[in-house]
């Protein structure tokens, strides 16, 4: 879907790549039938007819769609990366080209540059935040708190810049924000907790369709390739160590044993270690599982999973990479102080030598399967953006009702964008017959 619109105020790489961005934009729309659904439910609807929305997400081909119905629903949007290595430039231009969205996003970007991108989203005084690891309303809630020397150096200068009447304005202007990601979910209730929250959030990775979907088959997939496309590696035989056996480390694991590698698992839970093990997997501590990998991979949300002392265990040639939201999870500061390095020896591969032994790092630590590939695949990201769409409808609509608190999308909401995608992939199932409806119903019916 393309429409002629005047370029804004934005920051990104080439519009003269706006072509490409179209037609890769227009390729992943073919794999994403419930957004589409609700793109022209929203054309009609206009949920968010006149709001301002700021959105801190990963700049894809699938997030280009979700822009575009957000758009069709009414809303000013803003976009912003929500990882320095995850843009895709040619999109980022066909957003702002085609459709007249202020985009803010380079791939490559360094530190300052991208803090700024975030300033440049909140200086569009959003109404609804979008958020992809909490980036938008960490700072919102910086401001708040008017603990300004905790913010990223753009951002404090230009938030010193407001009066205080004018900060307040920015934070009780959010109506209510949504988040993506696991790693924002737990920073978002973390603050509901302590009573800091200013306003309601979707918990959108909450949502079945969205963690049984993408955090499983999407970043199992996607995590994958990144991989295979930074390294050109041979699974089939290698030992893969996955740090995590969330939904996202078990979806990777069960990829990585497709591929033929043997497979271990570390993990700090009991219950998930236990149906790692059950699962057929070898459970080691990392400390056990450092000597015998090829592969390690981190997929946690936690800080410092692989540390030195890991490191030093590892053998020669051993690969470490990251799909956990963060650039935290690999002590990338420690491998610094302690070997040489880095030399880049291939597009998103980083060569360490430490004791004598060469440790490869993967896409400087970030997301892998968005740094060096090109993310979740269309036909996932279709549920997990339907529910980002249908979040922010139920924002605007319900504000007067949601308490300043964590809050999962309405159940039916979950189930509609089941329903619509089964019926996208031509899959019926059955319905419940009224004997069974009152079976399920009453309490005194025996065997």
């Known amino acids: 879907m393309t429409t002629t619109a005047p370029h804004t105020a934005s920051d990104v790489k080439d519009l003269s790549q706006a072509d490409l961005g179209r037609r890769r934009t227009e390729w992943a729309e073919r794999s994403m039938p419930v957004l589409r659904q609700l793109r022209d439910r929203f054309a009609k609807e206009r949920p968010l007819a006149g709001r301002r929305l700021s959105a801190c997400l990963h700049v894809t081909t699938e997030t280009a769609n979700l822009m575009v119905a957000l758009q069709a629903g009414g809303a000013d949007v803003a976009l912003c990366a929500s990882n320095p290595l995850s843009t895709q430039d040619d999109v980022a231009a066909h957003l702002v080209k085609d459709h007249g969205i202020k985009v803010f996003a380079v791939k490559g970007e360094d530190h300052t540059t991208y803090y700024d991108h975030i300033r440049a989203a909140l200086a569009h005084r959003p109404e609804v935040t979008m958020d992809d690891g909490a980036d938008l309303v960490g700072a919102l809630h910086m401001i708040a708190l008017n603990r300004l020397d905790d913010l990223a150096p753009p951002v404090r200068r230009w938030v010193e810049q407001l009066s205080p009447a004018e900060r307040l304005a920015l934070v009780k202007g959010v109506t209510g924000s949504t ?62 160590v996955v740090a995590g056996y969330g939904w996202c480390g078990r979806g990777f694991a069960m990829r990585a044993r497709g591929a033929g590698a043997n497979v271990i698992v570390t993990e700090i839970d009991p219950m998930r270690a236990l149906e790692a093990q059950m699962d057929g997997y070898r459970v080691l501590p990392m400390a056990e ?45 420690e491998l610094g102080r302690a070997a040489q390095g880095p030399a880049r020896v291939r597009e998103f591969v980083d060569q360490w030598v430490l004791g004598g032994k060469r440790l490869f790092v993967l896409a400087e630590g970030r997301l892998v399967n968005l740094a060096a590939a090109e993310g979740h695949p269309a036909s996932v990201m279709d549920m997990s953006f339907a529910n980002q769409a249908l979040a922010a409808e139920h924002v605007v609509r319900d504000a007067a009702k949601l308490t300043k608190d964590v809050h999962r999308l309405p159940a039916e909401l979950d189930q509609e964008i089941a329903r619509l995608k089964l019926a996208a992939m031509g899959v019926p199932i059955d319905t ?6 009152r079976y399920l119903a009453s309490w005194d019916q025996g065997t």
């Open 179 to 240: 988040e993506e990601t696991t790693t924002g979910v737990i920073r978002l209730k973390a603050m509901a907790k302590d009573g800091v929250l200013q306003f309601p959030v979707i918990a959108v990775n909450d949502s079945d369709t969205k963690h049984l979907f993408d955090n499983r088959y999407g970043t199992g997939q996607s995590t994958l390739d990144g991989i295979l496309r930074a390294t050109n590696l041979l699974i089939a035989g290698s030992t893969v």
């Open 432 to 437: 419940l017959t009224p004997e069974q409806q």
């Open 289 to 333: 599982a450092a000597p015998l990998g090829d592969v390690f991979v981190t997929l946690t949300g936690n800080v410092h999973v692989v540390r030195l002392e890991h490191m030093r265990r590892m053998k020669d040639g051993a690969v470490i990479a990251n799909a956990g939201h963060f650039n935290v999870e690999i002590d990338l500061e």
